[in-house]
Nanobody, 115 residues
Framework: QVQLVESGGGLVQPGGSLRLSCAAP????????MGWYRQAPGKQRELVAS???????NYADSVKGRFTISRDNAKNTVDLEMNGLKPEDTAVYYC?????????WGQGTQVTVSS
């Protein structure tokens, strides 16, 4: 069973920063697009940011200018740097690896933005 291991979630005040990290096995990292999704209570899971194997990035409009996704192909990790956090960013954040038709998910890490 493929495991994507997330870390870095927690509680932060509005305006604060967090960095999420996801580690993937080498055999599913190379050549896979990697992404971060989030799911807030009562809402559908949504794409936050993604990065292709070639390094092209894509962001949800709601996080553009605040979040940055990056991948380290030597360490098989993908990080999400989150700045200027808002209460509406509160959600469980999931790491995703995709190379059609294969797709893998992490277990999720909670991010709570509250004063």
């Amino acid at each position: 069973q493929v495991q994507l291991v997330e870390s870095g979630g927690g509680l932060v005040q509005p305006g604060g920063s967090l960095r999420l990290s996801c580690a993937a096995p080498r055999n599913i990292f190379n050549g896979y697009a990697m992404g971060w999704y989030r799911q807030a209570p009562g809402k559908q899971r949504e794409l936050v940011a993604s990065v292709t194997s070639g390094g092209s990035t894509n962001y949800a409009d709601s996080v553009k200018g605040r979040f940055t996704i990056s991948r380290d192909n030597a360490k098989n990790t993908v990080d999400l740097e989150m700045n200027g956090l808002k209460p509406e960013d509160t959600a469980v954040y999931y790491c995703n690896a995709r190379s059609w038709p294969l797709e893998y998910w992490g277990q999720g890490t909670q991010v709570t933005v509250s004063s």
